[in-house]
């Protein structure tokens, strides 16, 4: 076999045991690699209906096909567990050295069942696994740890996924991170952090063989030559805090915690006032030629010497969302996040929901007391002290900041049952993942896409906004074509988690980003690897099977449709201003996009898979277990 | 003894401009071992800080002490080119060299067991692949004096156009 070496490792932190797992080729040729390989390697190895944090919630790390080859953008690799946050599935992607290296190593997957009995991290040396105590490493954050490490092993070339403070606490929406880069979104961190598990070390010595070495690096070189060009203009030069004055523009930007779509400061948050006045280095993944982290630093100010990259969702987070104008303050928050270990999203939308508590008289000054403010304080809108000291408390479970800690779904419904309130019209989250900074409300596209997410409120496996911002289609009312686009964007998105390349890329094979203009060359890029013959269609399958295992695990897991939801807010409450103004998505608008959804993917009404269809995508094996 | 490198032409990179994407460590392992592993790379990117990302290989030194260090002869330096040339028959991967060498840029291929560096691919007719492949143009193949004299040209263009 060629770009795999056809072995998955299990590793059992209960008993210490490992062990190999071999996988024929035909398997690979379904599930390829990334969010797919990780969420068929997570059917195949949970204890369904599982505590998120118990020992049988299995860690399952699955690399790109393309990792450790020069084809850019493909040093990636996927992520998956149950997610304490949703309960369904959790699957996340992360770039850079730690997937070239794991790839060097010669495993394909990693799968961590079990729990250990004290902290640890694994150190995968080629073939040889150690376990090593962690005890001088807990409390440390991310970036922090892996140095740590690398200094303790005594090799630069060592690289590691770890968990910051918040993993360690279990905050529902902790991350991995790697090199910098996060797993985000479905707190795989207290994943992790339940099986006291710091770090995933990785050194690999070996060579990647590939089946067409030649063509391969010429078709790298192409790629990475036309990726200097005006595709990926956007994310070298602003990256996507670009979006920050487009979205303001349409009314989009979430503002205060989704009550508005514009904010007034929208230009002192922009990506253009960044690049001016605190971009100190643009960086890349491994094997990424466009480098769109946007390096960023605090030079003065209260929150001076803060760094971390910046790019649109973790800006509107914890910027126009909580009314912060300041992006000193913004850089420090999101290093709070990153460097603590935690969503950046989730982080700020969570701390907006508290902020609307208070302001709405529910939360009172004294809910906030902490070392730092023994009497507590006030975090309104645009406080950026209070801001930062509610992440801090929250990455700390300090406090307030151990109730925030479980996100919206969980902290409104915990707060309403105690004093008899209705937070949760305020708190922004589908299945419990909090939302991206794209207003649905406007996006009536996109609404369904986001609702039927089988991560939840997640923009990264739907594009739905696409037809809708681009005017393809009219963004404030809806039809019967909104379920196919919305059937159509997400298992193109999942094409590019799988492989993974990032999506960044998309238009550097032809110039169009269709899949008349990218799936043939990415075809032929699988089959140098490889030495396979896939072509249009076998690649279009890829999207549909990941798509697919991920629906699947959620229904064995009990997903019901009335999970297929929107924030109360989207539904409800219209914004004042701005060009989205007075829009919502209504319950039977919903309901009739779901329809139509459904329909497209060739489901049942209720959102069920028929046998047939996964008998025809060859996963029988998965229609015994959930096909009706 | 001072370790001067002015003469000959070598590899460097701008911690500017270079992103850390590693791809000249694929090409170079491509390049001189027929397979992609950044562990065989004689160019070697470093990630000393968060935002400090460069990439280093040989120098070519004068006098340059990996040849003076090696107990068996088996480097030797290009009069014309500077580049350190090693005799696969004489070295025994002892690893004198890679102590002597100030720039960390010889190592010991994990197969062979022998001292491997850059050789600016010589036998190519376009040079470096690592230069060529550079997708931000970071790497060049220059001599600290030309470098030298770029800086002073911008330096006063800057001076002057305030540009």
Redesign the interface.
């Known amino acids: 076999m060629y770009g795999y070496s056809g072995k998955i490792l299990h590793i059992d932190l209960s008993t210490r045991k490992t062990w190999i797992e071999e996988k024929p080729e035909t398997w690979y040729q379904m599930y390829i690699g990334g969010v797919s390989m990780a969420a068929r390697l997570l059917w195949e190895n949970i204890e369904v209906g599982c505590d998120p944090l118990s020992p049988g919630n299995p860690i399952c790390i699955a690399n790109g096909i393309f990792a450790?080859?020069?084809v850019?953008v493909g040093g990636k690799y996927g992520l998956a567990s149950k997610s304490p946050l949703t309960g369904l599935i959790g699957d996340s992607l992360s770039g850079s050295?730690f997937s070239?290296a794991l790839k060097?190593t010669g495993w394909d997957g990693l799968v961590i069942h079990g729990v250990s009995d004290k902290w640890i991290t694994i150190f995968i040396d080629d073939e040889r696994v150690q376990f090593r105590d962690a005890k001088k490493l807990l409390g440390l954050g991310t970036?922090a740890t892996e140095e740590a490490i690398r200094e303790d092993l005594g090799d630069?070339?060592v690289r590691s996924a770890t968990i910051g403070p918040a993993g360690e606490n279990g905050v529902f929406f902790a991350n991995v991170t790697n090199d910098?880069r996060q797993a985000g979104r479905t707190g795989h961190g207290a994943v992790w952090g339940s099986k006291k598990l710091k770090a995933i070390s990785v050194r690999?010595?070996?060579?990647?063989?590939?089946a067409d070495?030649d063509t391969l690096?010429q078709m790298s070189?192409d790629i990475?030559?036309t990726?200097?060009g005006p595709y990926t203009v956007k994310y070298r030069m602003l990256g996507t805090a670009t979006n920050v004055l487009n979205m303001n523009k349409l009314g989009l930007l979430p503002t205060r915690n989704y009550q508005e779509g514009t904010f007034e400061d929208a230009e002192l948050v922009s990506g253009e006032y960044l690049e001016e006045h605190y971009k100190?280095?643009?960086?890349?993944?491994?094997?990424?030629?466009i480098?769109c982290e946007q390096?960023s630093a605090a030079p003065d100010g209260p929150f001076k010497g803060a760094?971390t990259g910046i790019e649109y969702e973790c800006l509107y987070a914890n910027g126009p969302n909580l009314g912060i104008n300041d992006l000193r303050a913004v850089i420090k928050l999101i290093e709070t996040c990153d460097q603590g270990g935690m969503d950046a999203m989730s982080g700020g939308v969570t701390v907006s929901w508290a902020m609307e508590t208070f302001e709405r008289g529910i939360f009172k000054k004294e809910d906030f007391k902490c070392a730092k403010y023994p009497e507590g304080f006030e975090p309104n809108f645009g406080n950026a002290e209070a801001a930062v000291t509610l992440m801090q408390m929250i990455r700390d479970r300090e406090g307030i900041g151990d109730l925030l800690s479980k996100g919206t779904r969980r902290a409104s419904a915990i707060v309403d049952a105690e004093r008899g309130t209705e937070t949760y019209k305020w708190a922004m989250n589908s299945k419990g993942l909090e939302s991206p900074g794209y207003d649905a409300r406007g996006l009536k596209t996109f609404s369904v896409g986001i609702a039927v997410g089988t991560r939840g409120g997640c923009h990264n496996r739907s594009a739905a906004y696409d037809p809708d911002i681009q005017g393809e289609v009219n963004r404030f009312s809806i039809d019967d074509t909104r379920g196919k686009l919305a059937a159509s964007s997400e298992e193109y998105a999942a094409v590019y988690d799988t492989l993974p390349l990032c999506k960044f890329i998309r238009r550097c094979f032809t110039g169009k980003a269709d899949r008349a203009g990218a799936w043939p060359a990415i075809a032929k890029l699988i089959n140098a690897t490889t030495g396979w013959n896939f072509g249009y269609d076998d690649v279009e399958l890829i999207g549909i099977r990941a798509h697919t295992i991920k629906k699947a695990f959620n229904i064995r897991e009990g997903w019901k449709r009335a999970d297929d939801d929107l924030p109360y807010r989207w539904k409800h409450d219209p914004m004042t201003k701005g060009a989205s103004a007075g829009h919502v998505v209504t319950d039977e608008e919903l309901e009739y996009l779901k329809d139509l959804y459904y329909a497209a993917k060739g489901w049942t009404l209720e959102g069920l898979i028929p046998k047939a269809k996964l008998i025809e995508l060859g996963m029988d094996d998965v229609a015994e277990q959930i096909g009706v | 003894m001072v370790t001067s490198t002015s003469k000959y032409k070598y590899v460097t990179c701008d911690p500017e401009l270079c992103i850390g994407c590693q791809l000249c460590e694929y090409i170079c392992s491509y390049t001189k071992t027929g397979e992609y592993n950044t562990y065989r790379s004689r160019i070697r990117t470093i990630r000393a800080e968060e935002i400090l990302i460069t990439a280093v290989a040989c120098r070519t030194c004068e006098n340059a002490p990996c040849v003076i260090a090696c107990t068996r002869d088996a480097l030797t330096q290009d009069a014309e080119t500077g580049i350190i040339h090693i005799n696969a028959e004489r070295c025994d991967g002892c690893a004198w060299c890679i102590e002597a060498c100030d720039f960390g840029a010889i190592s010991i291929n994990p197969a062979t067991k022998l001292a491997e560096i850059c050789d600016q691919c010589e036998d190519l007719e376009e040079g470096p692949q690592c230069v060529k492949w550079c997708p931000k143009d970071a790497l060049e193949l220059t001599t600290p004096d030309q470098r030298a004299q770029r800086a002073r040209r911008k330096l006063a263009k800057e001076d002057v156009l305030g540009a």
């Open positions: 450790g080859t020069p850019p050295w070239v060097r970036y630069d070339q910098g690999g010595t070996k060579g990647v063989v590939v070495p690096m070189f990475s030559d990726s200097q100190v280095k643009k960086i890349a993944c491994a094997q990424c030629p480098a390096m760094m």
